[in-house]
Structure formats: C-alpha cells, structure tokens
C-alpha cells in the first residue's frame, strides 16, 4: 500500500507570494490533517479535512488555508508568505472515525521564504 | 488547556541504557495518547500508543507508563540502541483526528 505522498518536496519562495502544498492520502483514508513543523514549536496543526469538508482548524492566520477533493487528496494554499512561514509542512492521513485511528504522514514540504 | 508539554528537550544515553521521555497535559478530555517517531528527512511515524483505561502498555522494547491521576505519561526505551536516535513526539487526542502534539525530544544513543 502506498504512503502519503507530499509535493514538492522542497519550496524556495520570496516574501509577499503565494503557494500551494499537495498531499496525496493512503488509499482508503477519509481524513487529511495539515502540520507546520519549526524547530523548538514542534508541530503545530493547521486544519482537518474530512470528505471534503474542513472539520477541524488550529490558529493560524486566514493566510493559510486548504481544501480536499473528493478523491480525498489536499492542498494547503498559504498567501502573502511571510519569512515565519519557513518551515516543514507535514500532511497526515487517517481513517478519519472517531476511534483516534492513527495518522500517517508524509515526509514533508520543506518551505523557504527568503 | 490544549497543551501537552514534553521534556526533556534533548536526551544523550548510552548504547544499552533506558532512555525516558515525559509528558504532561491539562485537558482531562483526552482519551488517546500515541507516541510518534520521526527520522531525519522523514515524517513521523506511530510508534505507541495508549488509552487511559490503562496504566502501562508495552511492545518490544517500548513502554509507555500512563498516570492519569497526575495526569502524566512517559516513553521508556530499554535497551536503547544507536537506530533509536530519533526524535520523539508524545501527542494526545480527543477523537476525530484532533491531536495535540509535545514539542518533541531529541535523542542520540551514543555506542
């Protein structure tokens, strides 16, 4: 079975622009999570995803946002970047009931905003 | 409320020797607290998990010990060996995927 694919891998952009994080679910998950991963925060959640409906969401700026489609598969869309956006961005897949199924995750967008 | 807070920051044990990781949260709500491991250039990975309902769970070398009384839970890695140098997240959930992550503990296993 194949893993939570994140694209691309890396990222360099410039203050002020925008872009867009995919993520690509196990097949059979419902559920798609977004973290920002900083050294020394840890990682920090942004939003759910569920059957295409946000479901639940951190507290981050409406900078950030997402989407899922109805394959299941997200993006992660952050606009106006600003040099603290730099950062890991981890997506993790589930099941997504409410039994805590686990999270599978990526490895990772690696974003540098210069 | 929200927080799980996790110590220590970094961890150095030697090859052999049991490493301790510790966790603490305030939200009461919490019913499910996995631990994640994540390599370099890698995202985390479920490494254990426990429920409340139980104060230690073990899987090979790994234990958790969970007090809920003092609200508190900890990673125990007996033997520990150079491959378990990672970085160690402790987390804890109220369902429907609403997980609450600790800041993470480095560790190196030195030979």
């Known amino acids: 079975k194949a893993g939570v694919t994140q694209t691309p891998r890396y990222l360099i952009k410039t203050r002020g622009q925008q872009v867009t994080l995919s993520c690509s679910p196990i097949s059979g998950h419902r559920s798609v999570s977004w973290y920002q991963q900083t050294p020394g925060q840890g990682l920090q959640f942004l939003f759910e995803y569920f059957s ?4 639940n969401k951190g507290n981050f700026p409406g900078r950030f946002s997402g989407r899922q489609f109805s394959n299941s598969r997200s993006e992660m869309n952050v ?3 600003e040099l603290g956006d730099s950062a890991l961005y981890l997506c993790a897949s589930s099941r997504g009931g409410a ?6 995750f990526g490895n990772g ?6 | 409320q929200q927080q799980v807070k996790q110590s220590p920051q970094s961890l150095i044990v030697q090859k052999g020797g049991i490493s301790i990781i510790n966790c603490a949260y305030e939200n009461t709500a919490f019913d499910y607290f996995p631990w994640y491991q994540q390599f370099p250039g890698k995202g985390p990975a479920l490494l254990i998990a426990i429920r409340p309902d139980v ?6 070398r790994f234990t958790i010990s969970f007090n809920k009384s003092a609200k508190q839970f900890s990673l125990h890695i ?12 402790c987390a804890a959930s109220t369902g429907y995927q609403k997980v609450t992550f600790g800041t993470g503990t480095k560790l190196q296993v030195i030979p």
């Not at chain 2, 104060?55 to 090979?60: A, F, I, N, T």
């Not at chain 2, 007996?78 to 997240?89: C, E, I, L, R």
């Open chain 2, 55 to 60: 104060s230690e769970k073990k899987e090979g």
């Open chain 2, 78 to 89: 007996m033997d520990s060996q150079p491959g378990d140098s990672a970085t160690y997240f």
């Open chain 1, 52 to 55: 295409e409906t946000q479901r």
């Open chain 1, 109 to 114: 967008t690696r974003l540098t905003v210069t």
């Open chain 1, 79 to 81: 606009s106006t970047l």
């Open chain 1, 99 to 104: 039994d805590n199924s686990p999270l599978h």
